[in-house]
Nanobody
């Protein structure tokens, strides 16, 4: 069983920044697997935001956030981050991290939720003045 915990969400003004964290408890080493960040706004489908592969850290990022969001990992802390800059009101959503324990590398279909087998509980990000 894999237990993921997101943190770092909150209320921020447009143009501001937040850094989300995704940590794993127990014996799970996040560095071995592909980790994805998703978001879901009320009334909308879950959207794939970014994915980071193990080791070499090859990443994919959605066009809607490219140039503003950066995914990274810290193996020593067993944590994956999502740095979010230049936030916009349309970025408001509940953000989730997820792990695909069957793959080490992200692929072009990283945004498909069904690829991931464990999810965190989410952290709310609200961008508003």
């Amino acid at each position: 069983q894999v237990h993921l915990v997101e943190s770092g969400g909150g209320l921020v003004q447009p143009g501001g920044s937040l850094r989300l964290s995704c940590a794993a408890s127990g014996d799970t080493t996040l560095d071995y697997y592909a980790i994805g960040w998703f978001r879901q706004a009320p009334g909308k489908e879950r959207e794939g935001v970014s994915c980071i592969s193990s080791s070499e850290g090859v990443t994919y990022t959605a066009d809607s956030v490219k140039g503003r969001f950066t995914i990274s990992r810290n193996a020593a802390k067993n944590t994956v981050y999502l740095q979010m800059n230049s936030l916009k009101p349309e970025d408001t959503a509940n953000y989730y991290c997820a792990i695909d324990t069957t793959r080490a590398y992200c692929s072009g279909n990283y945004y498909q939720p069904f690829l991931y087998d464990y999810w965190g509980q989410g952290t709310q990000v609200t961008v508003s003045s």
